[in-house]
Structures are given as C-alpha cells and as structure tokens.
C-alpha cells in the first residue's frame, strides 16, 4: 500500500491537511455534493491524511471518503452500489474501492453488510461504536463481578446475545439488518474486555 502515498511526515504537515481540506472542497462543489455528507467527508479526509499522509491519486481518495459517510449504518436501505457511486464520479471502481479498503484499515472502521450484502461503514469514532463499547464495558464489568459473588464463570453467549438483543430491538441504534455482524463485533469487544479484567484482578497488570 505505501506506494500510494507520498512522505508520510511532509504530508502530515498542518499547512499540507489544510490544502488537502481545501482540495477535496473544491473537489465536492464541482461535483455538487450535499454540504452535510461534504462536511463529513471533509472531516474524514483529515482524519486520515494526519495519520498516513497524502495518497498520489487524490480524486478516488475523496470519491472513497464521501462513498464511506453516505454509506453510515443509519443510511439503510441504501441501493445505490460501488458501480454506480464511482460511474457518477467518473472515477475507477478499483480506485474508489482502494481507497476505501485503505481507509477503513487504518482508521479502524468497521463494515456491516445487509441482505443483499451491501456495505455500510462503521466509524469507530461515531455514536454507535461509542454506544456498543458503553454497553459492552458495564456489561461485561457487572457479569465479571456476578462471576465472583457466585463463583460460577460468565455466560458471555448470553451476554452477547442480551447486548445485541437491547442495541438492536430496544434502544434501535443498529438497524435489525445488521444484528448478524453486530453480533460478531460485540462477541470480539467481550473477548477484548473481559481479557482486560481478567488480567487487572489477576494482576498482570501490575509491575512487580
């Protein structure tokens, strides 16, 4: 992927995101872009050209940023597929699915897909990732701490399924649609943070 980009460390310059910003602007107007999924898309370019610097071909970049917001979880149903968002940008499908492959690598997104296996792209920095870890961390702290009282292991299949169960029925912040791959998210994000509380109250993470 680095022959992609140009030197990490000259792109990552405040003077170079603010011309990339700019760029990607004037890029959106020509294609008369809605300015709500602009801004985001904006905001998403800036994100990622501070982390890994500026790529060589900067149309499909931006062309990938704005596929990425129209395509949040929320947008669903939303038919419109990665031939025909690249045909109204005149850009390669290829090019357009790099970049945002690319992006969702190091920015950390998840995907989700429906039924007819459409993706959808899950900021790990918007409102449903910061709601699932919520919900994961209380969850699994009050289930590791039942555990202790009874002395009897956790059900973490339960658990998963009463999380996925209470984001996607109850409080409606996934769409039902994807309750199959927010399953597999929330059964990771368990593993990852019963591991941690495991290792805190066996105290490897102290330094001895």
Request: charged letters at 25%; one cysteine or more; hydrophobic letters at 40%.
């Amino acid at each position: 992927m680095a022959t992609h980009f140009d030197d990490e460390h000259l792109a990552a310059s405040p003077q170079i995101i603010v011309k990339v910003v700019r760029d990607a602007h004037e890029f959106f107007k020509e294609n008369r872009i809605d300015e709500r999924y602009e801004t985001m898309a904006l905001d998403l370019i800036r994100r990622f050209v501070s982390k890994e610097g500026v790529p060589r071909e900067v149309d499909p970049f931006f062309g990938a940023a704005l596929y990425m917001v129209t395509r949040h979880p929320w947008s669903h149903p939303n038919p419109l597929t990665k031939t025909e968002f690249a045909n109204k940008l005149r850009m390669k499908e290829s090019s357009l699915e790099w970049y945002t492959e690319s992006i969702v690598e190091k920015l950390g997104f998840s995907t989700l897909h429906d039924n007819a296996h459409l993706p959808f792209f899950m900021d790990p920095q918007g409102i449903i990732s910061s709601v699932v870890d919520s919900v994961v961390g209380a969850s699994v702290g009050e289930v590791v701490v039942r555990g202790i009282v009874s002395g009897s292991p956790p059900s973490y299949t339960k658990l998963a399924d009463s999380i996925v169960d209470r984001l996607c029925n109850v409080v409606k912040i996934v769409p039902i649609v994807f309750e199959q791959d927010i399953h597999n998210l929330v059964r990771r994000k368990i593993e990852e943070e019963s591991k941690k509380l495991s290792d805190q109250l066996s105290g490897r993470h102290l330094d001895i």
